[in-house]
């Protein structure tokens, strides 16, 4: 969206979050974890939008959280705008609250019903102690009016709203305290096609006004490249490739990636009939107990003996385009020649054992 | 062309209800024939739910009014007593929905609840029942089905679950499956094998199927015939290719432009359809898309468009522009960028 590159607002440096799993009444012990995220790395820079996509499962949303610090992690270190946040208490958070917003995918539980609109969104103002009363009506009156509602609305109470119109109301109160980075988790999924598309401009109108940092997770990858600059695929807890939006879709380099794109359907029945579609078998495996090697692999159809017994690093192909795989796809001999290989992974000898084929066609 | 499997005359249901009478459907007529995949697309609210709940006879709101025929294999369902119905539910029509973790008993394993249903329509031995559970799990293509069988639904995703929703609906092998919303409740990727395993359920039973979505995307694929709903009313009817290829009412415009499409270069911006479905209390006056129609004009608002075949073929719509008007509007309401570069 906007190109104004003004170095990262939030680093990520090897997060990693597990929940534990606990047995037993009177005395609780750790039986097992879920590895919900498992060793991310990324940057977001200053304005732009990373998009988060994959399967329910995978993490995207938790990764979501860890970043606002609705989670704390289990190791790793987050920084945000300079400063490092990773162990910072509940009070030492507070004032950076403001900045860190989310807006959550269901419109539907994520309002109180029992409150009117007027003291939903205007709740973080109150918390923050911002203005006195009229102050704070006319400052949600006016959010109202900027997220396309009408000020008359102010009274209401959320079940007066449709799936669309509730989903307005958890971006104004996520825009209330003129945020720098917002997560917008999943924030279209419950809502239907048409109203989808004006949620989305909306998102992208705001963040130009209020020069907005967002992650956007997404199952859709239709979606997320609409509204992304650059997009991490993420696949049990791990990011598998991530890489600058245009180019993610031009040559996705790890098969998972790929399979998500052709998953995506087409809404015309032509292109639609022409096209190869590749079905993943099956569902994403558990998180408590991960496949070996590349998480992958049970999955994916280029899989060999490699691929369950080491794990692919995260490699850069250039470009700021990132992946994860043994077999890569399109990627050419020079490219392949070029990155760094050591000795346990090496993308190029696995490339000659298994060819991979041009991903599913795309008239771009 | 053969009698159709089932057609409904002019249904109406509404609900009584205290802010006044919603009409949810409106007056619709259509045909499913044998094997054929129809599809029927509308935003929330626009009684595509409600019309093929209405088919199985499935609303026992005490306060919805009904009107109209149901004709399924010349019999009028409408005139059915409960017993009867209960007959041709499940034998002769099955029904998935959106959210199969609601659809599914919690305290049955997913084996007996098959097993249930199938007692219930067949005169089957004992053992008999559940041999066929198993193949019919292993059909829609859940592994290991005979271990399976003795789980609850709890232990499946949601993917698995929407297969046994499925394996259900086919147990009976019905004529005809009703699929409402059977993939929005799930990623991407299982969406995919979902609609998959209904084409190729359609292929290998040949039942014909009436899918509900409101993304025309979906359709795209496994669709032979289209129905848009709008307000209540079908707004357009036509086969896939006049659909996606010719579409003629602006309300098809409007869901085909606010789809991110990943076969084209990407927009700028998309284009959403403005405002809100309009209250099934109130109608507009006129036509019920003329508050949102960026094309509306003095007739949409003294006149009611009725449902005719204006471009030929049986592509159905009901909208006053005329068919040149509306061609050479249409790619700049759908696309105002790709229009521009042209």
Partial sequence: MSSTNGGPLLQAEHVVKYFPIKRGVLIQREVAQVHAVDD???EINKGDTLGLVGESGCGKSTLGRCFVRLYDLTSGRLIFDGQDITSLSRRELRPLRRELQIVFQDPYASLNPRKRVGSIVGAPLEIHGIGDRKDRKKRVQELLEKVGLSPEHYNRFPHEFSGGQRQRIGVARALALQPKLVIADEPV??????????????????????????????????VVRHVSDRIAVMYLGKIVEISPAEELYERPIMPYTEALLSAVPIPDPRESAARERIVLEGDVPSPINPPSGCRFHPRCRYATDVCTQIEPPLV???NGHLAACHHPLNVDKETLARVSVDQAHSPAQADDSAKPVQPAQRSS | MAEPLLEVRDLKVSFRTEDGIVRAVDGISFTVHEGEVVGIVGESGSGKSVSMMSVMRLITDPNAIYAGEIIYKGRNLMGLSRDAMRQVRGQEIAMIFQDPMTSLNPVYTVGWQIEEQLNEHNDLQKGQARRRAVELLGQVGIPK???RIDDYPHQFSGGMRQRVMIALALSCNPDLLIADEPTTALDVTIQAQ????????????GSAVALITHDLGVVADIADRILVMYAGRIVEEGDKEQIFYDPQHPYTWGLLGSIARLDRPKAQRLTAIDGQPPSLIHRPQGCNFRPRCPHAFDRCRAEDPALTDKVGGGHLDACHLSVDDKRAKRDATINPQLAESA
């Fill in chain 2, 194 to 205: 979902i609609l998959e395993l209904i084409k190729r359920l359609k292929r290998d039973f």
């Fill in chain 2, 145 to 147: 089905p005979e271990e």
């Fill in chain 1, 189 to 222: 999924s419950a809502l239907d096609v048409s109203i989808q598309a004006q949620v989305i401009n909306l998102l992208e109108d705001i963040q130009d006004e209020f020069d907005l940092t967002y992650v956007f997770i997404a199952h859709d990858l239709g």
């Fill in chain 1, 40 to 42: 991310v790395s990324l």
């Fill in chain 1, 316 to 318: 850069d192909y250039g």
